[in-house]
Nanobody
Framework: QVQLVESGGGSVQAGGSLRLSCAASRYPSSTYCMGWFRQAPGKERERVADIYRDGSSAYGDSVKGRFTISEDTAKNTLYLQMNSLKPEDTATYYC???????????????WGQGTQVTVSS
């Protein structure tokens, strides 16, 4: 079993920044991917960003150019640097891990408990 624990959420004004962290107890496979998803009230969980063993990363259209995903594999920790935050970024953010792909919720094998991010205008 893989346990994922997020931290770093909070409240910030529009234009501000936050950094989320996710500590993993272990990685699910040698080809694993990790990512961030978010879910606002009344909306479906959506992809934010994901990172792969070949060093590549990808982002959802709504966060491109503002968010950066990174990881420290020595510490089993995933990060999400969020800059130029907007009120529409308000959501619960979930850390996720998959054995191969992390594009969609169906591909995710493990989820964190979520951390709340609130952006005020």
């Amino acid at each position: 079993q893989v346990q994922l624990v997020e931290s770093g959420g909070g409240s910030v004004q529009a234009g501000g920044s936050l950094r989320l962290s996710c500590a993993a107890s272990r990685y699910p496979s040698s080809t694993y991917c990790m990512g961030w998803f978010r879910q606002a009230p009344g909306k479906e969980r959506e992809r934010v960003a994901d990172i792969y063993r070949d060093g590549s990363s990808a982002y959802g259209d709504s966060v491109k150019g503002r968010f950066t995903i990174s990881e420290d594999t020595a510490k089993n920790t995933l990060y999400l640097q969020m800059n130029s935050l907007k009120p529409e970024d308000t959501a619960t953010y979930y850390c996720a891990a998959g054995r191969l792909y992390c594009y969609t919720t169906a591909q995710i094998d493990y989820w964190g408990q979520g951390t709340q991010v609130t952006v005020s205008s």
